[in-house]
């Protein structure tokens, strides 16, 4: 699965490197939580949570259905 979501997060890289950001793979625990860490710009946005929800998470669980959480650490 951890291959799956790297090959999802590297469709959304180029949005985020456009911005000065990024986003890093931490952990995939055994119950479907994808743990995160953004970082460069995208680490103190005022909009990371709601890119983190309705960007990184969504276009994650269309890709990898197994996942049930996107968290930001």
């Keep these: 699965m951890r291959e799956k979501?790297?090959?999802?997060l590297d469709k959304i890289r180029p949005m985020l490197m456009a911005d000065g950001g990024n986003v890093d793979?931490?952990?995939?625990t055994d119950d479907g939580v994808v743990k995160l860490k953004l970082t460069g710009t995208c680490g103190c946005c005022?909009?990371?949570q709601m890119t983190l929800k309705m960007g990184i998470e969504k276009?994650?669980?269309?890709?990898v259905p197994e996942i049930k959480e996107v968290i930001a650490i």
Excluded: F, G, N, Y
């Design 5 to 8: 979501i790297e090959q999802a």
């Design 25 to 28: 793979l931490v952990e995939v």
């Design 46 to 48: 005022p909009m990371s």
């Design 59 to 63: 276009l994650l669980k269309e890709e």
